[in-house]
Structures are given as structure tokens and as C-alpha cells.
Nanobody, 115 residues
Framework: QVQLVESGGGLAQPGGSLRVSCTASKMIFAMGWYRQTPGKQRELVASIRGSGIIYLADGVKGRFTISRDNAKNSVYLQMNSLKPEDTAVYYC????????????WGQGTQVTVSS
């Protein structure tokens, strides 16, 4: 079993920046971030494979950047130009690569964008 440990998040003003980090207990095929707000389904924000292939949701392109340090089994989500609608619990996610389904989840970290 792979454990994902998140850090970062918190409170930012609109237009501000935050970074969330996640470290896996071992190397896995892909890592990324989902987010969820009350009453809504969890949505994929960004993912990155060990090869460097990146996915970014349309709503965050140009504002969020995902990067990965394979030596540290870590993934980082840099969030700039934050909007109130980015407020959510952000969950680190991991894929083993066997299927397209997420295999591992972090505990979630709150990101709040408010003035």
C-alpha cells in the first residue's frame, strides 16, 4: 500500500498564491490533485506522470502549475492568481498505472481563497 502525505494549503486572498505538496511512500506511475467542495463531486485539477506528461483542467490552465520530483516521490501544485472558486479541499492522488482509476488518496488539505 502507498501512503500519500500532503502539506501546504491554507488561506489566500484573491489573486494570491499557495502551494500544496504531496509525498508518496514509494515511486508510483502518476500523481496529481483533485479538489472537492461540499455537495459536489471530486474533480481532477492536475496530474503528472513520472515521464513528465501533464494534465491540467481547463479552469486552472495559465494559473496552476504541477511539477514532480521523482527522487523525492513528491508532487507540487503551485496555485497562482487564485480565485474564490478555487476554494476546496484538495486531495493528493496517485495512480499505479494498472487502470485509469485513482489507486491512492491523501487525507486532503483545505485551500480557502477569500478577502
Amino acid at each position: 500500500q502507498v501512503q500519500l502525505v500532503e502539506s501546504g494549503g491554507g488561506l489566500a486572498q484573491p489573486g494570491g498564491s499557495l502551494r500544496v505538496s504531496c509525498t508518496a511512500s514509494k515511486m508510483i506511475f502518476a500523481m496529481g490533485w483533485y479538489r472537492q467542495t461540499p455537495g459536489k463531486q471530486r474533480e481532477l485539477v492536475a496530474s503528472i506522470r513520472g515521464s513528465g506528461i501533464i494534465y491540467l483542467a481547463d479552469g486552472v490552465k495559465g494559473r496552476f502549475t504541477i511539477s514532480r520530483d521523482n527522487a523525492k516521490n513528491s508532487v507540487y501544485l503551485q496555485m497562482n492568481s487564485l480565485k474564490p472558486e478555487d476554494t476546496a479541499v484538495y486531495y493528493c492522488s496517485g495512480w499505479s498505472g494498472l487502470t485509469s482509476a485513482v489507486d491512492y488518496w491523501g487525507q486532503g488539505t483545505q485551500v480557502t481563497v477569500s478577502s
